[in-house]
């Protein structure tokens, strides 16, 4: 399959226009709906078919989950005084409840992503588009493409990245709750046996040390700037747009591969904690048993030098296929280019959600984890996307298409 470069203009003009008809795309929102729609449209020019699933979702469950944490904590650290102060065993207990409970809702709902939050908070609808284009022969193999069309809120931190300002507070916050519920298991321990504890000694140090990090506590509280949402040319209209662009291709050039049906997923809700990677995985994943079927997630195509293969996800808790990552390795080989391993990174792709289901899942991105200002920020525009980016990494996955049809015995 030689290397083409009509879709080039394609997806400059593509990210320019969604910016500007389908502003305030995130997940669950009218906007992002209508940009699923446009999609679908358009995938249908190129496709055999094309389905819209609706699903539903609870905006705000994923990153709102800091906010709560963080009240609990500084919560816990006033009653651990109060308790002291007044020697009241109730107060002890409450602080350690506040606590445990701040460490568990962040854990599962932010660090493991699991749905652990949804039912308290009002419920909205998103889509995930799929589109097929079948071989010229028989189907033998399935290979997915996938972006997400929805945006992400602004990250505070993330518009002064030559700080590490986000990334400080992060680090603070969570030693800090690691901290605070340690002290509230000794406190609780010592109330027990003693009933109760008083503000002297060693208690009155461990609850000054406590105060330390409230002010990171309280920082988190604006890591999200809820009255902004990102136009996200970066993230992720371009994986969006070079998985459809692998159809686009494949139509303009005449080309079926032999045995290997080419796909396209387009997800909502991907920065509401992977909301329709999950629910079309689930879904579909006994759909795929026909034949192997692997998924390659694309986000954030935006520097050449960090395209890199993902194989583990969900900070670091969920493992990835080796298998398909090998896959794009060797297509990123043939095109010039080494992509290494992205290793433990803070965050997901879609991905994930097909590796949770036990589908063969990796991810591919192009973006510098120590966050830069085009990162969920409103400096995520057109005017700040990389044409080379996007052209190489088009090439590696019309590379990973043809090799993987290649591979058919």
Same mark, same amino acid.
């Given at each position: 399959?030689?290397?083409?470069?009509?879709?080039?203009?394609?997806?400059?003009?593509?990210?320019?226009?969604?910016?500007?008809?389908?502003?305030?795309?995130?997940?669950?929102?009218?906007?992002?709906?209508?940009?699923?729609?446009?999609?679908?449209?358009?995938?249908?020019?190129?496709?055999?078919?094309?389905?819209?699933?609706?699903?539903?979702?609870?905006?705000?469950?994923?990153?709102?989950?800091?906010?709560?944490?963080?009240? /609990?904590?500084?919560?816990?650290?006033? $009653?651990?005084? @109060?308790? *002291?102060? =007044?020697?009241?065993? #109730? &107060?002890?207990?409450?602080?350690?409840?506040?606590?445990?409970?701040?460490?568990?809702?962040?854990?599962?709902?932010?660090?493991?992503?699991?749905?652990?939050?949804?039912?308290?908070?009002?419920?909205?609808?998103?889509?995930?588009?799929?589109?097929?284009?079948?071989?010229?022969?028989?189907?033998?193999?399935?290979?997915?493409?996938?972006?997400?069309?929805?945006?992400?809120?602004?990250?505070?931190?993330?518009?002064?990245?030559?700080?590490?300002?986000?990334?400080?507070?992060?680090?603070?916050?969570?030693?800090?709750?690691?901290?605070?519920?340690?002290?509230?298991?000794?406190?609780?321990?010592?109330?027990?046996?003693?009933?109760?504890?008083?503000?002297?000694?060693?208690? /009155?140090?461990?609850?000054?040390?406590? $105060?330390?990090? @409230?002010? *990171?506590? =309280?920082?988190?509280? #604006? &890591?999200?700037?809820?009255?902004?949402?990102?136009?996200?040319?970066?993230?992720?209209?371009?994986?969006?747009?070079?998985?459809?662009?692998?159809?686009?291709?494949?139509?303009?050039?005449?080309?079926?591969?032999?045995?290997?049906?080419?796909?396209?997923?387009?997800?909502?809700?991907?920065?509401?904690?992977?909301?329709?990677?999950?629910?079309?995985?689930?879904?579909?994943?006994?759909?795929?048993?026909?034949?192997?079927?692997?998924?390659?997630?694309?986000?954030?195509?935006?520097?050449?030098?960090?395209?890199?293969?993902?194989?583990?996800?969900?900070?670091?808790?969920?493992?990835?296929?080796?298998?398909?990552?090998?896959?794009?390795?060797?297509?990123?080989?043939?095109?010039?280019?080494?992509?290494?391993?992205?290793?433990?990174?803070?965050? *997901?792709?879609?991905?994930?959600? #097909?590796?949770?289901?036990?589908?063969?899942?990796?991810?591919?991105?192009?973006?510098?984890?120590?966050?830069?200002?085009?990162?969920?920020?409103?400096?995520?525009?057109?005017?700040?996307?990389?044409?080379?980016?996007?052209?190489?990494?088009?090439?590696?996955?019309?590379?990973?298409?043809?090799?993987?049809?290649?591979?058919?015995?």
């Amino acid at each position: 399959m030689e290397k083409t470069r009509r879709s080039d203009p394609y997806i400059k003009d593509q990210i320019y226009d969604i910016c500007t008809r389908f502003k305030n795309r995130a997940g669950g929102t009218d906007s992002e709906q209508n940009c699923q729609h446009h999609f679908a449209n358009q995938l249908a020019a190129w496709s055999d078919s094309v389905t819209e699933e609706k699903f539903t979702l609870h905006p705000g469950a994923f990153m709102g989950c800091i906010i709560p944490s963080s009240l /609990l904590t500084i919560l816990a650290v006033l $009653l651990y005084w @109060v308790g *002291a102060g =007044i020697g009241a065993q #109730f &107060f002890t207990i409450l602080g350690f409840v506040c606590t445990s409970a701040a460490i568990l809702l962040f854990v599962l709902e932010f660090a493991l992503y699991y749905r652990f939050t949804d039912r308290l908070y009002p419920a909205a609808t998103s889509i995930n588009v799929f589109a097929r284009r079948k071989p010229s022969g028989e189907t033998k193999r399935r290979i997915i493409f996938g972006g997400h069309a929805d945006a992400a809120f602004e990250m505070t931190y993330s518009l002064h990245p030559s700080e590490k300002s986000g990334i400080r507070v992060f680090i603070a916050a969570i030693i800090g709750e690691i901290y605070i519920w340690c002290i509230s298991v000794a406190a609780l321990i010592q109330a027990a046996n003693v009933g109760h504890v008083t503000l002297s000694g060693a208690w /009155l140090v461990l609850g000054v040390i406590a $105060l330390i990090p @409230v002010p *990171a506590f =309280i920082s988190c509280l #604006f &890591f999200i700037n809820w009255t902004e949402i990102v136009d996200g040319a970066n993230d992720n209209l371009s994986g969006s747009l070079v998985a459809m662009c692998v159809l686009k291709e494949m139509e303009e050039t005449g080309v079926r591969l032999e045995n290997t049906e080419v796909c396209c997923l387009i997800t909502g809700s991907e920065e509401e904690g992977l909301r329709g990677s999950k629910a079309f995985a689930k879904k579909h994943k006994h759909d795929f048993d026909d034949v192997e079927t692997i998924f390659i997630a694309l986000d954030t195509l935006r520097e050449v030098n960090q395209l890199q293969v993902y194989t583990r996800g969900i900070n670091g808790t969920q493992k990835n296929s080796e298998y398909v990552a090998n896959l794009l390795r060797a297509a990123g080989k043939n095109c010039g280019i080494a992509m290494k391993d992205a290793g433990i990174y803070p965050g *997901a792709t879609d991905a994930e959600a #097909f590796s949770r289901e036990g589908l063969l899942s990796c991810g591919m991105c192009g973006v510098d984890h120590m966050p830069q200002t085009y990162y969920h920020t409103r400096f995520d525009t057109p005017d700040n996307i990389c044409e080379e980016c996007l052209d190489l990494s088009l090439d590696i996955c019309m590379e990973a298409a043809r090799l993987y049809d290649e591979q058919v015995k």
